[in-house]
DNA sequence: TTAGATAAATATCATTTGATAGAGATATCT
DNA sequence: AGATATCTCTATCAAATGATATTTATCTAA
């Protein structure tokens, strides 16, 4: 899209060129310049993500690790970085919506896989004892190479592997291998005791 | 600082009150604003990062561990957010300081480190065997966290710990754990080629 | 104190920009 | 065809904005 390029303060008359339009018609469609930023705000946070996971991810006949390949890789694959830009755009802004999107992938995506590491490691389960804080911040390692990675992929646009997949197999198994080793010491008596407090519902709005 | 905040499209007489100064008067000591902006840059990312980096880092008496927790957390002490949103805004708008700076962390945090952790596994040396981009990757794991955990204070503005170091020591801990069980791996015949493949130089400007 | 320079304010200009009004064109229905 | 409704354009306004010119205040040195 024309603002996630140009930026919220581009005209209305630059957005009505590229659109092979006059200015002018732009409002006969929205009341202002406001309403139609609003329009695009929706349709760039509609449904995208948050779609191939839930499904895949109780997929127990496949390892963990080729599950969260496959959603994140998906996740990748349909980010074009027009979003993502919009995303951060409106995050620099002072937009909430960002937290929101980190609540979203908390319900989607970290509980899920804690509850199956605490499983594999003989801890309790979620509903005895709530996500820690530092349980949210372990799943961060993942989350946030995948996120950097788009944001180089389209924000730095650096050269990037072809093989995205590849890439992303390292990050999972990476963050695996070391949450697995670390998961059980973090519910350990020499964990930082403010890793083993609740994670507080986050970023909630009225 | 205010184009931080605001962005660059702010304007002058904004700019202007918030100095408590007249706007007339930013144009006695800038011919244009662009000039100014440029001077913004120049101040916000001049000597910022990449201090405390180098020093430490080679320190043998301490494990990596608390070597990269003391690198990272240190970074995260200087950081204000003001430099980091400066630095996103400009690289939404198309300019290429992004990636210089990641050519900067390669150099003085991904080299040292994968040399430390290749010699641990009895693996050739970077001087006989070049940086992967399997072997960078595995260091934006970590890179990538600390990053997207400062987004998140400054930029998504959720709430976050107190305990800042006990997070960066749990990325620094995941990370290592994961590497060093994937490093040799990464080496293997098992490893996709794309990852074995040398790490290009980057954001090569003329 | 005064001459000269430096710093800051007022006033103003030309462009850009969001927004509105009304004319012309195109399609649709009877 | 003719009436009507929908769509798009031209023309224009008022406010905001980058930039300049001129005037006023403040400081410094002899």
Redesign the interface.
Known sequence: MFFSKE?F?ASTRDLADQLGVRQALLYKYFPSKEALLDEVFEKAFSLHWAMAWSKVLFDQSQSLEDRLTHCYAAQLDTEDGIAL?LF??A????L?L??RR?DLVKEKLVLPVIEELRREANLPGLDAQPLT??EF??F??????I???A??TY?????M???MR??V???V???????R??LPS?HGSEA?A??K?PL?Q??AVA
């Open positions: 930026g303060a830009r951060l755009r995050a620099l802004d002072g909430l960002p937290g980190l804080i530092g911040e372990l961060m390692v993942l989350h946030s190479s996120i950097f990675y944001m180089r924000i730095y646009g650096g050269p592997t072809e093989d590849a890439v197999r390292l990050y198994s990476t963050f695996l291998k070391g949450a080793a670390g973090l930082p403010s890793l407090l507080p986050k970023y």
